[in-house]
């Protein structure tokens, strides 16, 4: 159990373009998913978290018109980079948190690649 | 004062031996921990969570929580070059919140 999915693994785009991700938790419900952003060798960074049926939190530093989240279900959020330009290239993460068991799980990724 | 606090490494151990890893916290109130094996190029994958003071198993890992000390714990026996990785600390309910905050990661290094 505790299977989250991302879509698309991978995607390379041209600058100015707009990308959007798809993250869904596929055996539990998540009221909650987190949105993160991992560049080569550093850390993770939390970039919002997103609610179901309410707007996105964003982390300091974080432009939420360029980062657009959207969580229309419990099983679902989508994150769309929106005018992507080469320093947006990294490696995206969502993880959902499932609610029962307290415990937050990721998905396998997407690495955006913008040219 | 980083919220919690892990050392970087890279911790190398030999094949078979016990990998030690460690994590410090700075909020007295967080009620939740977590860690996390990320290998390079892919996403964390959780493999223990532990809530209360003590020690937690799991097969070849132990979680160890002393929320006094506001130290968490992980050790794995028998090493395995698979297990070579980054280890990633999370703790959870920061000034009552929800969201996790991660340590920067341990480099685990397993050698055969």
């Known amino acids: 159990g505790a299977v989250v999915s991302q879509h698309p693994s991978w995607v390379i785009c041209k600058s100015g373009t707009s990308v959007k991700i798809e993250c869904r938790s596929l055996?539990?419900?998540?009221?909650?998913m987190f949105w993160y952003r991992q560049f080569p060798k550093q850390s993770l960074m939390l970039m919002a978290t997103?609610?179901?049926?309410?707007?996105?939190?964003?982390e300091q530093g974080v432009e939420k018109d360029k980062f657009l989240i959207n969580h229309a279900s419990l099983t679902l959020s989508t994150l769309t980079v929106t005018s992507a330009h080469p320093e947006d290239s990294s490696f995206y993460i969502c993880?959902?948190?499932?609610?029962?068991?307290?415990?937050?799980?990721f998905g396998p990724g997407t690495r955006l690649t913008v040219l | 004062q980083k919220e919690v606090e892990q050392n970087s490494g890279p911790l190398s151990v030999p094949e078979g031996a016990i990998a030690s890893l460690n994590c410090t916290y700075s909020?007295?109130?967080?009620?939740?921990f977590f860690w996390y094996r990320q290998y390079s190029g892919k996403s964390p994958e959780l493999i223990m969570s532990?809530?209360?003071?003590g020690d937690k198993e799991d097969g070849r890992f132990t979680a160890q929580l002393n929320k006094a000390s506001q130290y968490v714990s992980l050790l794995i026996r028998d090493s395995q070059p698979s297990d070579s990785a980054t280890y990633l600390c999370?703790?959870?309910?920061f000034g009552g919140g929800n969201k996790l905050v991660f340590g920067a990661g341990t480099i685990l290094r397993v050698k055969s």
């Open positions: 999370a703790v959870n309910g």
């Open positions: 993880s959902a948190r499932d609610g029962l068991v307290n415990e937050q799980f």
């Open positions: 997103s609610n179901e049926g309410s707007k996105a939190t964003y």
């Open positions: 532990i809530y209360s003071n």
């Open positions: 909020d007295r109130v967080s009620q939740s």
């Open positions: 055996d539990f419900q998540a009221t909650t």
